[in-house]
């Protein structure tokens, strides 16, 4: 007998064309985590499903199936969907892929599911973009074992100093810095910057840099050398 699951709250967060009318559709659902569907006959121009499966849109959805890739059998809307324009509308993109690559199929992140949801409604009404996107990119790599501890050093459990450049060890954390590292600046972070990005404090434009620039490098060993489709359309 095949498990079915009713009606359970998700997020729409990829989706491609499947044989001639239907879709593979990715799901970021509260109790099961990412899910992947085949909604058959969701491309036919009769069908609900075409308006209704679109990302940034709350949805509850209804599967069956054992295998890898369920059966999508019902899905309707549970809200408006977050009105994204511009680059908020690439942001979301972005935050949609990173959950599509990162996350492992049917492992739940209840935490997760509510940040996703807070930071959409901050993409549609916070004036501020990148405190929203590294705030996700925090709780994300925390979610998944990757936390990144941006108040004290690796080696000896030193509070960060403002003072000091510190050198990025992935998934370590810091250590103080020494001259021969500035042979390789991008690995380099000023400490008043590290705890700026602690506090989300990123009104200085060098202070938001660095903490893009660290995410990235923090991000990036577990997407397995593949670039984001999401930043080369942020970057056009």
């Known amino acids: 007998m095949n498990p079915r699951i009713h009606l359970q709250p998700a997020w729409l967060i990829h989706r491609r064309p499947f044989r001639n009318t239907s879709l593979l559709v990715d799901f970021f659902s509260r109790d099961h985590g990412r899910i992947a569907t085949v909604a058959r006959g969701a491309r036919r121009g009769k069908s609900r499903l075409q308006g209704l499966l679109q990302p940034f849109r709350p949805l509850r959805v209804s599967w069956t199936g054992r295998g890898g890739i369920k059966t999508l059998t019902a899905a309707e809307s549970a809200g408006s969907a977050a009105k994204l324009?511009?680059?908020?509308?690439?942001?979301?993109?972005?935050?949609?892929?990173?959950?599509?690559?990162?996350?492992?199929?049917?492992?739940e992140h209840p935490n997760l599911f509510q940040a996703y949801r807070d930071t959409l409604k901050a993409l549609a009404t916070d004036p501020s973009l990148e405190p929203i996107l590294r705030r996700f990119e925090l709780e994300l790599l925390?979610?998944?074992?990757?936390?990144?501890?941006?108040?004290?050093?690796?080696?000896?459990?030193?509070?960060?100093?403002?003072?000091?450049?510190?050198?990025y060890l992935p998934d370590l954390g810091f250590e103080e810095a020494d001259p021969e590292d500035s042979n390789d600046p991008k690995r380099i972070f000023p400490g008043a910057h590290l705890l700026a990005l602690a506090r989300l404090d990123l009104e200085e434009p060098a202070a938001a840099a660095t903490a893009k620039r660290l995410l990235r490098q923090a991000l990036?060993?577990?997407?397995?050398?593949?670039p984001l489709h999401s930043r080369a359309l942020f970057a056009k």
Do not use: W
């Open 85 to 107: 324009a511009g680059e908020r509308l690439f942001s979301g993109f972005y935050i949609n892929e990173l959950l599509s690559r990162l996350l492992h199929d049917h492992v």
């Open 142 to 167: 925390a979610e998944l074992g990757y936390a990144i501890n941006l108040q004290t050093e690796c080696r000896n459990d030193q509070l960060l100093c403002p003072h000091k450049p510190y050198r």
């Open 220 to 226: 990036d060993p577990h997407l397995g050398g593949k």
